[in-house]
């Protein structure tokens, strides 16, 4: 739960379009919603941000404190948070920053905020530097027009498969990264934060969109068209299948100091196989079913 004075000012930021008074007053704030690492309820914390090209960067100060906030907590468990600026609100994926990338961001966030520098003088700790990267399907352009249920579907399908791609290509640069080391040099590292908090992210989208799928999109298509019963009966099996994998991934990614990249490569490279062709079926099967339903759905009559 936010603090006293934390919930003022989310009230007052909601009231006035983004805009605080007191010790925020002029400076660059948003607020950010993670789902809770234990409790997997939301909290909404006020923060002070930096741009950095797309990506708005929060610093895990904690104002000096020994210990990480809750928020930074919250995003490693899940990393796609909702952010509100002024009057926008929109789905990020959270991404820390590491190594060199960590030491140049942190240096662009002091010098546009000078204050990061003397929380990080008060503490042994190292502050986390996390670049929020806009989550929708089409990143920070505006949404296209989605007329029918089907177009809905079609967004959703091709986000996840950019997604994943992203991710894989992520992976495929780590190791070739790896195979060009040289001679003498240190072991070479495991997987990244960034590697990890992109596919937990997917991960976790693809359960949700699937868990929707069984619970309500497809039982409801069946109503109407029983003779594709043995499609759905596929199509259920094939989310099983995506669902072990997918369950692979995230215990690989429980731990990333000790994380197995062979391993976990080797699972991806499932996923990346058996997700696109279970999308591929999908979509021959039931898009032309959706085609003609609109979306968003209409609102039911009023009652008298």
Not at 36 to 64: C, F, M, Q
Not at 235 to 245: G, M, Q, S, Y
Not at 294 to 300: L, Q, S
Request: with cysteine.
């Amino acid at each position: 739960m936010p603090t006293p004075f934390d919930q003022s000012v989310i009230e007052e930021f909601r009231a006035n379009g983004g805009k605080v008074g007191g010790p925020f007053e002029g400076g660059d704030l948003l607020l950010l919603t993670t789902t809770g690492a234990r409790s997997g309820k939301e909290s909404t914390t006020p923060l002070g941000y930096v741009r950095h090209g797309d990506a708005l960067l929060v610093i895990g100060s904690n104002l000096g404190a020994p210990h990480h906030p809750d928020w930074y907590h919250n995003l490693l468990a899940h990393p796609v948070v909702r952010v509100e600026i002024g009057t926008r609100t929109f789905q990020a994926l959270a991404v820390p920053a590491e190594g060199a990338r960590r030491e140049e961001l942190f240096a662009h966030a002091v010098r546009t905020a000078p204050g990061y520098a003397d929380h990080q003088a008060r503490t042994t700790r190292l502050l986390p530097v996390v670049a929020l990267e806009r989550a929708e399907p089409d990143g920070w352009e505006p949404p296209r027009e989605i007329t029918t249920l089907a177009g809905k579907l079609m967004e959703v399908h091709t986000w996840l498969r950019a997604q994943l791609r992203q991710v894989k290509a992520e992976v495929d640069a780590h190791f070739a990264a790896r195979a060009h080391r040289g001679p003498g040099a240190p072991p070479a590292p495991g997987l990244g934060l960034q590697i990890r908090q992109r596919c937990l992210a997917f991960c976790q989208s693809l359960e949700f969109h699937h868990t929707s799928e069984d619970a309500h999109l497809f039982p409801g298509i069946a109503r109407y068209h029983p003779h594709l019963t043995d499609t759905f009966a596929r199509l259920a099996e094939e989310h099983r299948t995506v669902a072990r994998i997918q369950g692979e991934l995230v215990a690989l990614l429980a731990d990333i100091g000790s994380a197995d990249p062979e391993r976990f490569r080797a699972e991806l490279e499932r996923m990346y196989a058996e997700l696109n062709a279970h999308l591929d079926y999908e979509e021959e099967q039931i898009l032309p079913l959706l085609a003609g339903v609109p979306w968003p759905p209409a609102a039911p009559p009023m009652a008298r």
